[in-house]
């Protein structure tokens, strides 16, 4: 109790210094004394602050000690009333909003639920605007006649196993097998600098690290890359990036992922389509969303924040990948005869809860052939599955021949988790049955075959399990699905289309601002 006290004290005298609050929050968690923990807590939540920078940490603090949403939310609204404007601070409480509920929510309506409590439209406004003010008088508005250059903006670009860094790299390749010319810009806005030194809890954004040079032997030829220097601010990192992009003079930008203020700040001067990673409409104004949902409508979304989009029906989001990878079950360690269920995914560590875990170690216990692999990140198990039996469970770090660990496997099980959408097609892609759960990317994907409560997922899953010939019928008909609804490869001129069609309707709009 002392060492707690001792270290609130250190905090209340100097409330402005981050590490304070950090090492208070590793004290609070190692505390076992309840008493003195509630009572740390009641302390700062009834502890005025005038000062907006040493309240953002006081209450994401306390949103890291007790997981409580209020807390995070308050921080944002506190942030975004400071004049002047701190586009650092506002981008770290937005991308750590993002990243929590990716992590932590189970449904696309809880996903979006969070971040709209969070203020993230609100906030992506903001950034919009200071982003806004950085273009340059040289890039004039227009919206062109005839599509010839595409400027693809991604919010982060990381490494070549980066799920959203592949989209944005995919969507060039289909539009340069068009005959356009593309280049890929980001301003690493996901990542802004010291994002942990602005919250109180000390929560790192961890997001994989860009690797230029592989993408150098990735991109198609003639399309390049110009990503910012992370270690500039924001406003710094827009500035640097306008010059090159008024260069380039792009006839449309596509902004691929969630949300972009760069992308945002281009609808001044450009014509914007979006595509986002999740099954959600991007955070943004956009003249055309291209929407997986095809019976999206055109509706404020995000609390009317931006203006409506034309929802188009454009599905088309990975490539399956045909080069022959040579991975054996020998290879694995795996006897021929079991029943390989498999998952992936970057952030399988915090996604594997207990409740999905235990039943599937208890559904598993009742399947002694059965062994599960779960390929991404570090290769560690999550926490939820340690107590399985040695060797039933074994957890892989992200790999380059996923697909070849696919072909061995027989059931991809997606748990219940807002994303895992591109992994569950990549599985489709391989003609793998998948157990995904409904109103999530993996469950958007298998469609009619998605699930709607735990018992059902277990009830099919055992059914697969059990039965060869349905995992057989089920993979084929997904791999149907797949070729006709997500294989990018023939995309091209629907994407073009709709490219055409976000200059028309921008028309009007870039005639009156020009």
């Known amino acids: 109790m002392t060492l707690l006290l001792d270290a609130l004290d250190r905090v209340l005298k100097e409330p402005q210094?981050?590490?304070?609050?950090?090492?208070?929050?590793?004290?609070?968690?190692?505390?076992?004394?309840?008493?003195?923990?509630?009572?740390?807590?009641?302390?700062?939540?009834?502890?005025?602050?005038?000062?907006?920078?040493?309240?953002?940490?006081?209450?994401?603090?306390?949103?890291?000690?007790?997981?409580?949403?209020?807390?995070?939310?308050?921080?944002?609204?506190?942030?975004?009333?400071?004049?002047?404007?701190?586009?650092d601070r506002l981008a770290a409480l937005m991308a750590y909003q993002w990243l929590s509920s990716l992590q932590n929510l189970e449904e696309r309506s809880a996903f979006v639920a969070a971040l709209t409590a969070g203020h993230v439209p609100e906030m992506a406004k903001r950034l919009m605007q200071d982003a806004a003010r950085l273009i340059p008088p040289g890039f004039a508005p227009r919206a062109a006649d005839k599509i010839q250059r595409v400027a693809v903006v991604a919010p982060y670009i990381g490494h070549q196993f980066h799920t959203p860094s592949?989209?944005?790299?995919?969507?060039?390749?289909?539009?340069?097998?068009?005959?356009?010319?593309?280049?890929i810009f980001s301003a690493q806005e996901l990542r802004p600098p010291d994002a942990a030194l602005f919250r109180g809890d000390g929560q790192e954004l961890v997001l994989p690290t860009l690797?230029?040079?592989?993408?150098?032997?990735?991109?198609?030829?003639g399309v390049g890359m110009t990503i910012s220097d992370a270690r500039f601010s924001l406003p710094g990192r827009w500035r640097n990036l306008m010059p090159v992009l008024t260069e380039f003079n792009p006839d449309v930008v596509l902004l691929v992922g969630l949300y972009s203020p760069l992308a945002a700040a281009l609808y001044a001067v450009r014509p914007v389509v979006g595509i986002s990673v999740n099954s959600v409409a991007p955070i943004g104004p956009l003249d055309v969303w291209l929407t997986a949902d095809p019976d999206a409508d055109r509706k404020e979304a995000w609390g009317g924040i931006f203006p409506p989009a034309l929802p188009i029906f454009h599905p088309w989001r990975v490539r399956r990948s045909r080069k022959p990878i040579d991975v054996t079950r020998a290879q694995l360690g795996i006897d021929e005869a079991a029943v390989i269920w498999i998952t992936?995914?970057?952030?399988?560590?915090?996604?594997?809860?207990?409740?999905?875990?235990?039943?599937?170690l208890q559904l598993m216990s009742?399947?002694?052939?059965?062994?599960?692999?779960?390929?991404?990140?570090?290769?560690?198990?999550?926490?939820?599955?340690r107590q399985?039996?040695?060797?039933?469970?074994?957890?892989?770090?992200?790999?380059?021949?996923?697909?070849?660990?696919?072909?061995?496997?027989?059931?991809?099980?997606?748990?219940?988790?807002?994303?895992?959408?591109?992994?569950?097609?990549?599985?489709?892609?391989?003609?793998?049955?998948?157990?995904?759960?409904?109103?999530?990317?993996?469950?958007?994907?298998?469609?009619?075959?998605?699930?709607?409560?735990?018992?059902?997922?277990?009830?099919?899953?055992?059914?697969?399990?059990?039965?060869?010939?349905?995992?057989?019928?089920?993979?084929?008909?997904?791999?149907?699905?797949?070729?006709?609804?997500?294989?990018?490869?023939?995309?091209?001129?629907?994407?073009?289309?709709?490219?055409?069609?976000?200059?028309?309707?921008?028309?009007?709009?870039l005639t009156k601002s020009s």
Not at 166 to 183: K, N, P, T
Not at 211 to 221: E, G, Y
Not at 436 to 456: I, N, P, R
Request: with cysteine; charged share 25%.
């Open 211 to 221: 690797d230029a040079k592989a993408w150098a032997h990735i991109l198609p030829a």
């Open 388 to 509: 399985a039996p040695p060797g039933r469970v074994r957890a892989l770090a992200t790999r380059n021949d996923l697909p070849g660990i696919l072909r061995c496997s027989d059931i991809y099980v997606n748990p219940p988790r807002m994303g895992g959408g591109f992994s569950v097609a990549e599985a489709m892609a391989e003609g793998l049955a998948v157990t995904a759960f409904a109103a999530s990317d993996g469950g958007d994907k298998v469609g009619e075959l998605a699930l709607t409560d735990m018992d059902s997922y277990m009830e099919r899953l055992a059914a697969l399990t059990e039965s060869p010939e349905l995992r057989a019928d089920t993979g084929a008909s997904l791999r149907q699905r797949f070729n006709e609804r997500f294989d990018i490869e023939a995309s091209g001129p629907a994407l073009l289309a709709a490219c055409r069609q976000a200059s028309t309707l921008a028309g009007a709009r």
């Open 17 to 87: 210094c981050a590490q304070r609050w950090h090492n208070l929050l590793a004290i609070w968690h190692g505390t076992a004394d309840q008493a003195a923990r509630r009572s740390a807590l009641d302390v700062l939540e009834g502890l005025p602050n005038d000062d907006m920078r040493n309240d953002v940490l006081r209450l994401t603090f306390l949103a890291g000690a007790t997981g409580e949403s209020r807390f995070e939310n308050a921080a944002a609204t506190r942030a975004m009333a400071a004049e002047p404007n701190e586009p």
């Open 344 to 360: 992936a995914g970057f952030r399988l560590e915090r996604e594997v809860k207990a409740e999905w875990a235990n039943r599937m």
């Open 166 to 183: 592949v989209m944005a790299v995919e969507q060039c390749a289909v539009l340069a097998r068009e005959g356009l010319q593309v280049r």
């Open 366 to 385: 009742a399947h002694p052939r059965v062994v599960w692999l779960l390929v991404g990140g570090e290769g560690n198990l999550p926490e939820a599955l």
